[in-house]
C-alpha cells in the first residue's frame, strides 16, 4: 500500500496559477506511474495528467494541454501540478494517484479542492 498526501489547492481568479504537490508514503522504486484526476459534483473522476516515474513519460488532458505541467522530485517520491491560466471550469476537487510496481490497484490521495473564480 501507499499513502499519498496532496497539499495546495485554493482559491485563484482566472487566468490566475496554483500548484499542487502529492507525496507519496513509497520509495520512488516502487511507484511506476503517479499523475492527477479531478472531479465536480455529480461527475466522474476524470484523469488530467500523469507521469512515469521510470521514463518520466506525461499524458495530459486535452482540456488541460498547454496550460498544466506534471513533475516529479527525483529524489524522493512527490509529483506536482503546475496550473496555470485557470478558468472557471477548472473548479474540481483534485486527486492525487499512484499506481506500485507489480500490482495493479490505484491509491488515491484524500483530495484537494480548487475553486476558480471568475
Known amino acids: 500500500q501507499v499513502q499519498l498526501m496532496e497539499s495546495g489547492g485554493g482559491l485563484v481568479q482566472a487566468g490566475g496559477s496554483l500548484r499542487l504537490s502529492c507525496a507519496a508514503s513509497?520509495?520512488?522504486?516502487?511507484?511506476?506511474?503517479m499523475g492527477w484526476y479531478r472531479q465536480t459534483p455529480g461527475n466522474q473522476r476524470d484523469q488530467i495528467a500523469s507521469r512515469s516515474m521510470i521514463g518520466g513519460d506525461t499524458i495530459y488532458a486535452d482540456s488541460v494541454k498547454g496550460r498544466f505541467s506534471i513533475s516529479n522530485d527525483k529524489a524522493r517520491s512527490s509529483v506536482f501540478l503546475q496550473m496555470n491560466n485557470l478558468r472557471p471550469n477548472d473548479t474540481a476537487v483534485y486527486y492525487c494517484?499512484?499506481?506500485?510496481?507489480?500490482?495493479?490497484?490505484?491509491?488515491w490521495g484524500q483530495g484537494t479542492q480548487v475553486t476558480v473564480s471568475s
Open positions: 494517484f499512484a499506481k506500485l510496481r507489480g500490482g495493479s490497484a490505484v491509491y
Open positions: 513509497r520509495s520512488r522504486s516502487s511507484i511506476i506511474v
